[in-house]
């Protein structure tokens, strides 16, 4: 028996939505067949010597992938370096086992990654504070530097330093580095002239304690800075930074972070210097996926595109908050440039 014209219309109404349903199923984006799906990618990350408990830079790299494996569904793993010479083996191992992206975390790693971004140029390679084009000899052109304007955030936390010793009879304003490195007398250089911009009697007393992992050299050092007038610390030496924000709780003196927000610290932190390397690592892991990565040249972070900035304030600090958003808003614009990067 011959069915009616539309009962066979709408049966094949019906196959077509069917077709169209398996098709969608198909496409593991969950989207219409026309939307590819994101590419899947595997990310590798190798760390600095500070250890991923560094509370502030490895840590913050770290995040940053985590947040790509949640948001983006990348495969991550992370290599921790205990000392410099891990760090040919451990890129080389992420490279080897067909990782779409390594990431190197930090300036002392420039050389490692120049070797091994040259030995496989069909790995994409990323480096925070590393410069793509000068500080790689061989400029792969695979590799990308992802670099911060370290001096913008330690302008900041030394404008309020400077207001803090202004109110308070003057003194020194302290920093404690790691090494002497471009990324750590970045933040130096910019709080010493913060410091001088908010109060010109102030003096600055700076040292290295050659450490970025063990606190009791950078203690140490904070211990003598504040015996001789010191009233303000700020630690760019990582975890061994900390030992310096423990000699200022410990001497009831004012503290300040690096990279990132460390105020959970304690109330002594005043502010910290933030860096935020794990938007960094995120936003290279993001461009892999969707094709835009470009090696060969360098991604900059800075105070306009918020990516370096101001922690959070303890009471002391937020009496002088008003006024660094001032000077904060001025950079942003540029209308203040000229924030020196190189420690004198």
């Known amino acids: ?3 009616p014209l539309h009962l066979i219309a709408l049966t094949l109404v019906a196959a077509a939505m069917a077709v169209a349903g398996c098709g969608s199923d198909d496409n593991s984006g969950g989207g219409s067949a026309s939307t590819p799906a994101a590419k899947k990618v595997r990310v590798g990350l190798v760390t600095d010597i500070g250890g991923l408990n560094d509370r502030g830079f490895n840590q913050l790299a ?3 992938l985590e947040r790509a494996e949640k948001d983006l569904g990348v495969d991550g793993r992370v290599l921790v370096s205990k000392q410099n010479s891990d760090y040919i083996p451990n890129l080389s ?4 086992q067909g990782y779409d992206l390594v990431v190197g975390n930090g300036y002392l790693m420039a ?5 091994v971004a040259s030995k496989f140029p069909n790995t994409k390679f990323a480096i925070i504070d590393v410069d793509a084009t000068s500080d790689l000899k061989s400029k792969p052109k695979n590799a990308q530097g992802l670099k911060f304007k370290e001096q913008e955030a330690g302008y900041l936390v030394g404008y309020m330093a400077g207001l803090y010793l202004k109110d308070n009879g003057g003194g020194n304003a302290a920093s404690v580095g ?3 490195i471009p990324p750590v007398d970045h933040y130096i250089a910019g709080y010493q002239a913060g410091v001088k911009a908010a109060d010109p009697k102030a003096k600055t007393v700076n040292g ?3 450490k970025f992992d063990d606190p009791a050299p950078c203690k140490e050092l904070a211990l003598n800075q504040i015996a001789q007038g010191a009233k303000v610390v700020f630690q760019v030496a990582g975890g061994c930074g900390l030992g310096a924000l423990d000699a200022a709780k410990e001497k009831k003196v004012q503290g300040i972070g690096v990279d990132a927000d460390q105020g959970y610290l304690g109330a ?4 910290s210097a933030l860096k935020k390397v794990d938007v960094a690592v ?3 892991i993001k461009a892999v996926q969707d094709g835009t990565f470009k090696g060969g040249t360098n991604s900059v972070f800075d105070v306009k595109s918020g990516a370096v900035g101001l922690g959070k304030t303890n009471d002391v600090g937020s009496k002088y908050l008003k006024q660094v958003k001032e000077v904060q808003s001025k950079i942003a614009s540029g209308e203040l440039s000229d924030i020196p990067d190189t420690v004198k």
Request: no cysteine.
């Open 1 to 3: 028996m011959r069915r």
């Open 62 to 64: 770290n995040q940053g």
């Open 93 to 96: 191992t992420l490279a080897q």
């Open 111 to 115: 050389s490692a990654m120049n070797t």
């Open 178 to 180: 790691g090494q002497k």
């Open 208 to 210: 290295y304690s050659q």
């Open 268 to 271: 002594q932190i005043m502010t």
């Open 282 to 284: 995120f936003d290279t």
